[in-house]
């Protein structure tokens, strides 16, 4: 075997001080566990009853979140977060509160998860932090437990898979666009337990806003983690929110996988996935004209910066179309502020959206916009299984936030080049950039 190592062994080596085996199963420290208010009550109860794991490892890593059902829809909900306040406050762990934000955005924010990292969450899209070159992944509650009380966690060692993005994305190609059509290729089931890394010369294109809508959506095709190397455009994100130098990781030339595949960024077009599987993905121009009720721009796939910025240059200056709900949800109140610094919330209020922030809401059919009998929506969210955001007889198709937007301005589903500026360039790599409406 040859000495060069890929990323995912170089981050087990960081952990174990040795390169392990595929399959070999192995016990890791973890630098940070967290869990939500959809996932924590069951891994109270495990703690509660286990003597051995009823007090927190190290509470500075470890985290809680209130975002599935927040601000609290119903007394039940209001009683669980309660709960979790109590828990926060015996054990000094952090939690955030209602109206803070999503799980894996709010790590994002707060910089909690960093390059070298292994990261578990209950709640399988902790494998957003794949962006941040960070081992990270959902666990169930009970494991989650097992780490808040011991900081260590067992794993068997993925398979490894190298996805080669070449070439340039066309500016109208966003993350999403990218990832549902790996998903499309691959299937919902194609990468079970591996570890994917993101790699190639086209990843200079790609925002680290993306790069988490594409890691975020890993788990969309089975895969135990989504990485990324923290590259340039990683580290600069670092130094300009977060005032830190973070280390260069990546693979080596020469690594050994267990499969490689390639995707030619130029030959993307804008995608959806169609109800009622995520690997059901179509060119957008394949279901242009369909009528949609519902739109939603939000949750920890698409509710972030740049995903508004390039709704507003959809919305800017047109209306929601009569008889369409556009809901727009910024996954963070950070993400929120700097939007509404920056006039972006005025152009989604000025078209007609309903707009609120921080919550997983509609994304899960919980609150704030479930669909009736019969319903489409549009939605930038990560998953159509039936009945997901409402009805069963409702139908939600995944897009990206430029394709939502123009489904909300014609009421159809339509292929956003028709209402984008000609030079629009929708990932923005430039951690710093402002948009001016
Ligand atoms: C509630 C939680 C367990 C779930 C997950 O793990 O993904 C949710 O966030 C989802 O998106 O379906
Ligand atoms: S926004 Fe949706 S996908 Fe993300 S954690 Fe919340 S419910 Fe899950």
């Not at 007090?55 to 977060?81: E, G, N, Y």
Request: glycine residues 10%; proline residues 5%; negative net charge.
């Amino acid at each position: 075997m040859s000495a060069a190592r890929t990323l995912t062994e170089k981050l087990f080596e960081g952990k174990l001080g040795r390169v392990p085996e595929r399959g070999e199963i192995v016990v890791v420290p973890i630098d940070l566990v967290y869990a939500h208010d959809g996932t924590f009550t069951l891994a109270l109860d495990v703690m509660k009853e286990t003597p051995l794991l009823s007090r927190v490892f190290d509470p500075k890593r470890v985290a809680l979140f209130i975002d599935h059902a927040a601000p609290a829809p119903t007394v039940a909900a209001a009683l669980v977060h309660r709960a979790m306040r109590r828990f926060a406050k015996e054990h000094g762990v952090r939690l955030f509160d209602v109206g803070t934000g999503i799980s894996h955005q709010v790590v994002a924010d707060e910089g909690l998860v960093k390059p070298g990292m292994f990261v578990v969450g209950a709640d399988s899209h902790t494998v957003t932090g794949g962006a941040f070159t960070a081992f990270a992944t959902g666990v169930g509650s009970t494991d989650a437990a097992i780490a808040m009380a011991t900081g260590k966690l067992w794993m068997r060692v993925p398979e490894q898979v190298r996805l080669k993005l070449s070439g340039e994305a066309p500016g109208y190609i966003m993350g999403k666009d990218i990832v549902l059509t790996i998903i499309g290729m691959v299937r919902s089931d194609g990468m079970i337990y591996k570890a994917v890394e993101f790699q190639g010369e086209g990843l200079k294109t790609i925002s680290m806003d993306s790069r988490m809508t594409i890691s975020n959506m890993a788990v969309e095709m089975g895969a135990k983690v989504g990485l990324f190397p923290s590259d340039a455009v990683a580290r600069e994100w670092y130094r300009v929110n977060h005032g830190t130098e973070v280390p260069l990781l990546e693979p080596d030339a020469g690594a050994e996988y267990d499969e490689e595949l390639e995707l030619e960024l130029p030959r993307l077009e804008p995608v959806v996935a169609a109800p009622p599987n995520v690997d059901n993905v179509k060119p957008v121009r394949e279901v242009e004209g369909l009528e949609v009720d519902q739109v939603f721009i939000g949750s920890c796939t698409n509710g972030r910066y740049e995903d508004y910025v390039a709704a507003a240059r959809i919305l800017k200056g047109r209306r929601v179309k009569d008889g369409v709900r556009c809901i727009a949800v910024p996954a963070s109140r950070k993400v929120y502020e700097r939007l509404l610094r920056n006039g972006i919330i005025d152009i989604l209020v000025e078209a007609g959206c309903f707009v609120a922030f921080g919550t997983c809401g509609p994304c899960i059919g919980a609150h704030l916009g479930l669909l009736g009998e019969g319903e489409v929506a549009v939605s930038t969210t990560n998953r159509n299984f039936t009945g997901r955001m409402g009805h069963k007889e409702s139908k939600v198709y995944l897009a990206s936030p430029a394709t939502a937007a123009a489904a909300a301005v014609t009421g159809r589903i339509t292929d956003p080049r028709e209402l984008l500026p000609a030079d629009a360039r929708l990932m923005v790599v430039d951690p710093s950039y402002s948009f001016k409406p």
